[in-house]
């Protein structure tokens, strides 16, 4: 058979792969029984990376088209036929979870690459988590208030630790009060808390595109639909939101206006306050993901929509786990009225409520004046990594090549010239020593991409340089070889 | 207008309250802007108690029938009347949110029952945490390994507390690898994942009935139906859970064959084996929630209904929360193979991943010993609370009345003669000091029950004696009065 691929034609590799086999077995031309090409074998004549191949195997297997049996190979399956392993109990999953299994199999592959400075990832640098700070608060809260914290909890969250982020985000241009606050399982649970309170399987939710890859795996685990809006120069297009947000169907925007993820854009206060307009307009409500918002690098931030909104629009989400550590697994989602009353029912349906312990400790590390502290040296770290990175992309990019100056936050978007797939980079950068995580998966559909995202969270400012200049030759080379390939197997 | 209540009708009075005035309303018989009757008034003209009318009014204010006004009253609202308050923003919140909202509001409530004995909630006895233990544990871990503890953890759990708990699963008859365990944030999250994993919304879950009254907010939250299976002398009732399991929109049993809860059954090894032989020849997976199985009285666990399957039929839950503390958040899925990895993916859409600091302080306290010399304490005063409440029930409550006699656990399900709706003698309950769980609250449409459960985790000897005599003057005194009630308004 022949499998022929196509470079930036909208449809991953890996899946023009699957389905140029899939065809061939469906037409009969690989019989039932019949060995596929080991992966190494297929990668390397269709000049992809072996993840590549693998992620077709896979997508091939969880369809019941092949089997792959540990060091024979990989199999051509007859309908109906249990495997080799006899008929153990295979209960058939719901269809939401095969969506959220398929999108898994999909994410890109970072194991194989020892050594390779690390700016794929948004995981803040343990050798700046203030440690010895929080063991001390931790201790105290633990002496002083003993099994009180060992009970369930207030399922809204520990009063003292609401209370002292009430004022900590007071400082940050959001007014809110303690009872206004539900504090959760990282803001990744204030994201699943938060559409599910407006949204149901079906439903349409408006979304950035590119948007943060993590709230698409939720997306369609609770299965829901995006209705993607592109990004401009300053946040998502106004013009195209409100067309989108105008859809009965679509039940609310979700969006990252601060530090945006993976862009590392901040919209201004402009922007934002017509958004709020749009939205107002179109009846739906706003989902603000803040997770980064305390790290800014200047003086002073532009208020969140939520600290510009009157009318209770905005559902707001802000997180320890960046600017703190992600350890901690305290996320915060402040809403009015009844809407808090929902979340705090969704939150209790869940898993009732979170540990006391950490939240205590947590209120008394903010309550001594330590998070500020932190936050401070945090901010100039990350100001200066941020500079040597943006600096080396300056100096080292092709021409053509275009990125952002993030006011805050840990990532940088680089847009690269069209017709490269980051994606297909990724082997080859590996090797050079630099990892980055490819604009692919910050789409809807996860079609290719010619952006990918740098994390300066994990690298000091060496490491990123060298990261940055690994990345240049990558890039370079790329583009003196040929674009396409086309072979037989 | 006519309000006129049916005792023992199936439906909840509060409902049939909001029913008749709803009615009045829709007829023009209670005008738009008419004041409802202060809620104590109508609660003595009914002869109810306040939170029922309270209830009433709220399930009318939430079908937008009427609003409060703090310190006017309830009013009946004419269509498109934003309220006294101006129009502030309402989203619409999903039909999933409205559903669970309707089921939180149903609840009853225990807070106005100052120094009343607790036998309605199962919290385990602070008095009887190993705080120091756990302390020390905690520190020792968190000396050992610094930051480490505080990144992003494992998503499927601290792997050291994996071996521990594989050890511990094992000598109660389930042999498991720590690479076949999945920690998470407590059963209850355990069970919204478990179910994710096999149904989506408009599937039917089969669940016993009576059941755990938190696992059908789950179930209503996640847009699921139930099908309820009787529960007989030994557990589920085998020929109607086939009938049940029969049916295609059925995609699984959640089950809870050891202290059931509310009933507090322990099924045999001969029921287990059936029950496991239905579902094999239906199909059908098995979600068996084991949350308080370290918690026997005697020496031989019955094995699991996981220790008995070896096709990976069932989905075992268990948890740390009624053993240890339910502030260590920690419970744990056992599953294999592909379910296993489902799951893994639904708990990283979900939040990502638990605290390793808890964890590994946890791990610490099982490998130590602790745990094991905690439990033997604990089941040692758990044995004499069971024998003090069922010793008083024996002496003091009227003939007709049954009880069961659990086997371990923290709950026994008491029967009282046909014809009293326990949710109506709660108030009176409260005022003659007792608090218990009605047990409509574990009917899967919450219709009125003439059981109700009593838990012995927060009282201890004296008080369960002194509960049990209240109870039982309670319910003797319901019998000699009129049971119905009809009234003009």
Chains 1, 2 share one sequence.
């Not at 058979?1 to 196509?6: F, R, V």
């Not at 693998?54 to 369809?63: F, I, V």
């Not at 990282?186 to 993590?214: C, H, V």
Request: aromatic letters at 6%; one cysteine or more; glycine letters at 10%.
């Amino acid at each position: 058979m022949q499998i022929e691929l196509q470079r930036g034609a909208g449809r991953p590799v890996y899946l023009q792969i699957a389905d140029q086999i899939g065809a061939a077995i469906e037409a009969r031309r690989l019989a039932h029984g019949a060995r596929l090409p080991a992966i190494r074998d297929l990668a390397r004549r269709l000049q992809v990376h072996r993840d590549t191949v693998a992620l077709a195997y896979e997508e091939l297997a969880a369809a019941g088209r092949v089997e792959s049996s540990v060091g024979r190979g990989t199999f051509v399956r007859a309908p109906g036929d249990p495997g080799p392993g006899g008929a153990p109990f295979e209960a058939a999953f719901s269809g939401l979870t095969e969506s959220l299994l398929r999108f898994e199999r999909a994410r890109p592959r970072f194991g194989s690459a020892d050594g390779a400075v690390p700016l794929h990832a948004i995981i803040p640098d343990p050798a700046l988590y203030p440690v010895e700070g929080f063991r001390r608060a931790l201790n105290r809260a633990f002496r002083e208030h003993g099994a009180d914290l060992l009970l369930y909890g207030d399922p809204q969250g520990h009063p003292r630790l609401r209370e002292a982020l009430a004022s900590h985000l007071g400082g940050a241009g959001l007014e809110v009060g303690p009872g206004e606050l539900l504090l959760c399982h990282g803001a990744s649970q204030g994201i699943s808390l938060a559409l599910r309170l407006f949204a149901e399987p079906g439903d349409l939710i408006a979304l950035e595109e590119p948007t943060y890859n993590n709230v698409l795996a939720t997306v369609f685990g609770l299965g829901l639909r995006t209705a993607p809006v592109p990004m401009g120069e300053d946040g998502p297009d106004l013009a195209a939101l409100e067309r989108t947000l105008r859809r009965p169907e679509v039940k609310l925007l979700y969006t990252i206006p601060t530090f945006h993820n993976p862009m590392g854009l901040t919209t201004s206060l402009g922007h934002r306050r017509a958004l709020l307009e749009v939205a107002a307009r179109c009846g739906k409500p706003v989902v603000e993901d803040a997770y980064e918002m305390d790290l800014r690098f200047g003086e002073r931030p532009v208020p969140p929509l939520a600290g510009l909104d009157a009318s209770g629009l905005v559902v707001h989400l802000s997180s320890f786990s960046k600017s703190l550590f992600p350890g901690v697994r305290v996320g915060a989602i402040a809403a009015r009225g009844r809407a808090l009353d929902a979340l705090l029912a969704l939150k209790r349906a869940t898993d009732h409520s979170d540990s006391m312990l950490l939240q205590a400790a947590l209120a008394r590390f903010l309550e001594e004046g330590h998070y500020e502290r932190h936050l401070a040296r945090l901010r100039r770290v990350l100001r200066s990594r941020c500079e040597a990175l943006t600096g080396a992309l300056e100096d080292a990019l092709p021409e053509g090549a275009r990125f952002t100056r993030p006011a805050g936050g840990y990532q940088v978007w680089v847009e690269l010239p069209a017709g490269l797939d980051t994606s297909e980079l990724l082997a080859d950068a590996a090797r050079a020593g630099v990892l980055f995580a490819p604009g692919s998966q910050f789409n809807h559909d996860g079609r290719p991409s010619c952006a990918l995202r740098l994390s300066f969270a994990m690298a000091d400012e060496a490491a990123l340089r060298r990261g940055a200049q690994a990345l240049a030759r990558v890039v370079r080379e790329r583009q003196r070889a040929a674009p396409a390939a086309r072979i037989h197997i």
